[in-house]
């Protein structure tokens, strides 16, 4: 039955502002809820799915369909949400079917649910990360619309019937230039519900967030809690660490409290990853969580944690899986930090989006270093207010959900964005956003160098604590000396991360030092990079580009085909190229200069 005018059925078909009624509300950072220590009810599982390349749904309203056998049709219909292709959910469209890998644009997701309301409880759901634009129909009324690709999003389920739901969200990964990233990338636009969906009961007033960290102070021995609770509500909060013997006490007024008091946790460290059990009160809500205390800052060219000079040994990660493509599972982040711990790392650059909640989880847990970044990527459309608002949201996003995990220790805010007044003025505001929503990390961004002065050099320097440098001497740019000119050049008078450089190999394929995409070539750049790098007193971190090879449309050469192969290990995650021990024996020496008089062994 196609719902338009009772005039004219056929009206859909000559009306191009369709989608207007479907962009608010916007679903974003201020709507999320603190889910840790909740019990929640997963969604997970199989899901119908229908492809919409020409946004028929919207059009014709197919979310207004209540889902009835063909046989019971009164009128012709162009869409059964029950009788899509059944898929499991979390997963990536792009890999449901051989014929849909290069798929771009909206898909249909349905399934219905059974519920049983209670008085006084609100429910809401939770998705994990849907690529790219989401919209979420509840019974045939649309509840609301989330941008961005790889951070989670919460919209109140309104209008939940007791008895039998349908559920239906369209997500659209199409790409667009002002979209964040923007239509040009170098991996692989993966598209769909990749991560988890959950529904989330609360009481009537909730805490929607919870912060627990170490107070800046000298002696590491002051901890700070802040509660949002919804509806702006009055009252007292409680939190208690009871390895601490801590209990405390926050007064909230208008939704917003916050605390200081007197504490001395055992500091986490990569070398010692203690965790704390915090618990959180409000009213009927309580809500807990796993927390490490550190303190993490710059001085001068230094980067301190816990007040101690540290060198960060890392690696470069997408997340993409050969056979999940987006879509992450515990078992592949911790063969992923596996290997890292293999390669002597202690950090790692999550690029160039928000990674799974679960991997700063397991850093939390094992000891390594996080910078997490929002893809602010190359072109980025610096000159629109919504592409800013959108990579705003995305940053709140990422800074809510990871708040509270001691392994991250950057946000980073791009990534080879050439300099403009607009570039800068976009940046240089999402970082002014950044340290409002958590002013206990570092802000960052991967540079482009200064070609003109040949240095490392940018103003957007001034709004970061670190200075991530992108550089390939020796494979974009072959002569290595050019690496010597601009480190000897350069005084950025704060520390400096190569936040990228590498080459690419063909995993097995061996050749002389100047054989391109040979094992040999990758190996010998790795080793000239590395002894350059290495002088360099103000760089306080290498992280090569990148773990593994990985899905990219841009890369179509027969040593290519479709992957990226900067990979120190093929995209079978098991075939390690040589370059991966001529990194690990550096990052070993390093470990021992970076542990030097403090008697740690490296983790
Ligand atoms: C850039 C970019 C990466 C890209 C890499 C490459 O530095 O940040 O996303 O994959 O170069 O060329 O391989």
């Known amino acids: 039955m196609l719902h338009?005018?009772?005039?004219?059925?056929?009206?859909?078909?000559?009306?191009?502002?369709?989608?207007?009624?479907?962009?608010?509300?916007?679903?974003?950072?201020?709507?999320?809820?603190?889910?840790e220590g909740r019990s929640t009810l997963a969604l997970d599982g199989e899901w119908r799915c229908t492809l919409d390349p020409f946004d028929e749904g919207l059009r014709q309203r197919w979310f207004a369909d209540e889902p009835t056998p063909p046989a019971q049709w009164d009128a012709p219909r162009d869409y059964d949400s029950e009788g899509g292709r059944r898929v499991a959910v979390p997963g990536c469209v792009n890999l449901y079917d051989p014929t849909w890998l290069h798929y771009e644009g909206a898909v249909w997701f349905s399934r219905e649910f059974d519920f049983v309301a209670q008085a006084g409880e609100r429910v809401f759901m939770r998705i994990g990360a849907a690529a790219y634009q989401c919209r979420v129909f509840l019974n045939g009324v649309f509840l609301g619309v989330h941008l961005g690709g790889s951070t989670p999003f919460c919209v109140e389920l309104r209008g939940v019937r007791n008895g039998r739901n349908r559920l239906q969200i369209q997500v659209d990964n199409s790409r667009q230039a002002g979209r964040v990233p923007m239509h040009h990338i170098d991996w692989f636009n993966y598209g769909g519900i990749y991560r988890e969906v959950s529904l989330v009961k609360v009481p009537h007033v909730f805490i929607a967030d919870f912060g627990a960290t170490l107070a800046a102070s000298p002696g590491h021995n002051r901890l700070r809690f802040d509660m949002?609770?919804?509806?702006?509500?009055?009252?007292?909060?409680?939190?208690?660490?009871?390895?601490?013997g801590l209990r405390a006490e926050i007064e909230v007024r208008g939704g917003v409290g916050r605390i200081e008091v007197d504490a001395v946790p055992v500091l986490w460290s990569p070398e010692n990853p203690h965790l704390y059990t915090v618990h959180a009160r409000f009213g009927q809500d309580s809500v807990s969580d796993r927390v490490g205390f550190r303190d993490i800052r710059v001085d001068a060219e230094h980067i301190l944690l816990n007040g101690q000079p540290i060198w960060l040994r890392g690696i470069c990660v997408h997340e993409e899986h050969r056979d999940m493509g987006k879509r992450s599972s515990e078992g592949t982040e911790r063969a992923m930090l596996e290997d890292a711990r293999a390669l002597g790392c202690n950090f790692l650059r999550l690029s160039h989006y928000p990674h799974h909640e679960r991997v700063a989880r397991l850093a939390d847990e094992l000891g390594f270093l996080l910078w997490e970044e929002?893809?602010?990527?190359?072109?980025?459309?610096?000159?629109?207010?919504?592409?800013?608002?959108?990579?705003?949201?995305?940053?709140?996003?990422?800074?809510?959900?990871?708040?509270?995990?001691?392994s991250v220790i950057v946000w980073g805010i791009g990534n080879e964005n050439e300099d403009s007044d607009a570039r800068y003025a976009f940046m240089s505001r999402l970082a002014a956003v950044a340290r409002q929503a958590d002013g206990s990390r570092l802000v960052s961004a991967a540079?482009?160098?200064?070609?003109?002065?040949?240095?490392?050099?940018?103003?957007?320097?001034?709004?970061?604590?670190?200075?991530?440098?992108?550089e390939y001497f020796g494979w974009y740019e072959p002569d290595?000396?050019?690496l010597s000119t601009l480190l000897g050049n350069s005084r950025p008078g704060k520390p400096v991360v190569i936040t990228e450089t590498g080459a690419e190999a063909v995993a097995g394929l061996r050749g002389g030092r100047r054989d391109l995409f040979s094992e040999d070539c990758q190996a010998d750049i790795y080793r000239e990079q590395i002894e350059r790098i290495g002088k360099a007193p103000y760089?306080?971190?290498?992280?090569?580009w990148i773990?593994?090879?990985?899905?990219?449309?841009?890369?179509?050469?027969?040593?290519?085909?479709?992957?990226?192969?900067?990979?120190?290990?093929?995209?079978?995650?098991?075939?390690?190229?040589?370059?991966?021990?001529?990194?690990?024996?550096f990052y070993r020496d390093r470990a021992g200069v970076s542990h030097e008089?403090?008697?740690?062994?490296?983790?």
Request: with cysteine.
């Open 547 to 585: 773990l593994y090879d990985f899905r990219s449309e841009r890369r179509q050469t027969g040593y290519q085909s479709g992957y990226n192969r900067k990979g120190l290990i093929a995209e079978d995650r098991r075939t390690r190229k040589a370059a991966f021990d001529v990194l690990a024996a």
């Open 597 to 603: 008089g403090r008697g740690l062994t490296p983790p």
């Open 374 to 406: 929002i893809p602010v990527y190359w072109a980025i459309d610096f000159a629109s207010p919504a592409t800013f608002r959108d990579a705003e949201n995305q940053l709140r996003e990422l800074i809510r959900r990871d708040r509270n995990r001691a």
């Open 4 to 35: 338009t005018s009772a005039v004219d059925p056929f009206a859909h078909l000559h009306d191009e502002s369709y989608a207007s009624r479907y962009e608010a509300p916007v679903l974003g950072a201020d709507g999320l809820i603190f889910v």
């Open 480 to 482: 290595f000396e050019g």
């Open 228 to 244: 949002t609770v919804s509806d702006a509500a009055d009252g007292v909060g409680v939190v208690e660490i009871p390895a601490l």
């Open 447 to 470: 540079c482009l160098i200064n070609r003109e002065k040949f240095m490392i050099e940018d103003r957007l320097a001034a709004h970061l604590d670190i200075v991530g440098i992108n």
């Open 539 to 544: 760089v306080k971190g290498l992280c090569p």
